[in-house]
C-alpha cells in the first residue's frame, strides 16, 4: 500500500509541476507580447536582446542563423540543418554558436492572449 501512495504522490507533484511549467511559459509569452506588440522582430533597449512575434504560420524559408539563444515561448517551429530536422516548440530553446544556414518554418502558431491554436505541416 505504501508504494500505491508514493506513486500517487509522485504522479500528484508531476502534474503540479506541469501546471506550473505551463503557467510559467504563458506568462513569459505575455511578457515578450507586451513589447513585441508588432508582427515580426522588434529590437529592445537591451543591447543584442531581439524579440520575435509570429501569429501566422510561414512557408519553409532560407534562413542563416547567427550565434544565438533562441526561447520558444509559444507555438511551434521546424528547423531543417544539412540533414537533420528539430522541431523547436514552446519551453525549448536552441542554442547557436556559429553561423549557420536553415530552413524554417512556423508549423503551429498562436495569436498571443488567446488560446487558439492554428496548426500546419511542412511538406
Avoid: W
Wanted: overall charge neutral; aromatic content about 4%; hydrophobic content about 35%.
Amino acid at each position: 500500500m505504501a508504494t500505491a501512495t508514493a506513486l500517487e504522490s509522485a504522479s500528484r507533484e508531476a502534474t503540479v509541476n506541469q501546471q506550473s511549467e505551463r503557467e510559467l511559459l504563458h506568462v513569459f509569452a505575455n511578457k515578450i507580447a507586451a513589447h513585441a506588440d508588432v508582427e515580426g522582430d522588434t529590437n529592445t533597449a537591451v543591447p543584442g536582446l531581439r524579440l520575435f512575434r509570429r501569429t501566422a504560420l510561414t512557408g519553409c524559408t532560407s534562413a542563416a542563423y547567427e550565434p544565438s539563444l533562441i526561447l520558444y515561448a509559444q507555438g511551434r517551429k521546424t528547423v531543417q540543418v544539412g540533414g537533420s530536422t528539430y522541431t523547436c516548440h514552446e519551453g525549448t530553446c536552441q542554442l547557436t554558436s556559429v553561423d549557420m544556414p536553415v530552413f524554417s518554418q512556423v508549423t503551429k502558431a498562436r495569436e498571443p492572449l488567446k488560446n487558439s491554436p492554428v496548426h500546419s505541416s511542412c511538406g
